[in-house]
């Protein structure tokens, strides 16, 4: 099993070849568990005011690239060090 640094390289690389397990494992690292879940979305709470989550859908077990590309840039966000 990849782990997170390989997974978000990949996302990097190829926002649309990510899987949505793989995504998700990558938010609850970064973001801790989905306040929402149980439907094709998750939504995660992130460390700063205004819109404070990530909202991720599995699409037939895929993530869509967007939201990748969202997920990267809370990431770089979380890294800078953005908190309450």
Not at 32 to 51: A, L
Not at 61 to 70: I, P, S
Request: hydrophobic share 35%; glycine share 8%.
């Amino acid at each position: 099993m990849a782990n997170i640094g390989d997974i978000v390289k990949k996302m990097e690389l190829s926002p649309k070849g990510i899987r949505f397990n793989e995504l998700k494992k990558v938010c609850e690292f970064y973001f801790g568990s989905p306040r929402q879940s149980g439907s094709s979305h998750c939504v995660f709470k992130t460390p700063w005011p205004g819109d404070p989550r990530v909202n991720i859908q599995n699409q037939k077990g895929k993530a869509k690239a967007y939201q990748v590309r969202q997920v990267l840039l809370a990431i770089e966000k979380v890294e800078l060090g953005y908190e309450k």
